[in-house]
């Protein structure tokens, strides 16, 4: 089992930055591969970056490419998502996930393991 934690969620003006961090339980956190989405009302969760368990293949949305970035810290059993340039469009709750499958790295049904979630709310 996997448990995760998200932080680092809060109100920001348009074009300001956040960072929020995934805190991950066990010992094995290295061999994930890590994913971070977000859900708005109405619509579906949807991936907005993701980074294997060596960080050697990272995604990006397009609409957050340029402005996120994703890292992880495996020494720490963390992983970060920079966000800069924020727009009232990147509202959202966002949610880090887990998972063993590093073929589907966008697909919310990839993921195994996800946290309870992080409000994220950009003023216009």
């Known amino acids: ?23 991950a339980s066990g010992r094995t956190f290295s061999s994930y591969n890590m994913g971070w989405f977000r859900q708005t009302p109405g619509k579906e969760r ?32 963390t992983v970060y998502l920079q966000m ?10 966002y949610y880090c996930a887990a ?3 590093s073929s589907r790295l966008t697909a919310r049904n990839a993921y195994d393991y996800w946290g309870q979630g992080t409000q994220v709310t950009v003023s216009s």
């Open 1 to 23: 089992q996997v448990q995760l934690v998200e932080s680092g969620g809060g109100l920001v003006q348009a074009g300001g930055s956040l960072r929020l961090s995934c805190a």
């Open 46 to 77: 949807e991936s907005v970056a993701a980074v294997t368990w060596n960080g050697g293949r990272i995604y990006y949305a397009d609409s957050v490419k340029g402005r996120f970035t994703i890292a992880r810290d495996n020494g720490k059993n």
């Open 84 to 93: 800069n340039s924020l727009k009232p469009e990147d509202t959202a709750i």
């Open 99 to 101: 998972t063993r499958d």
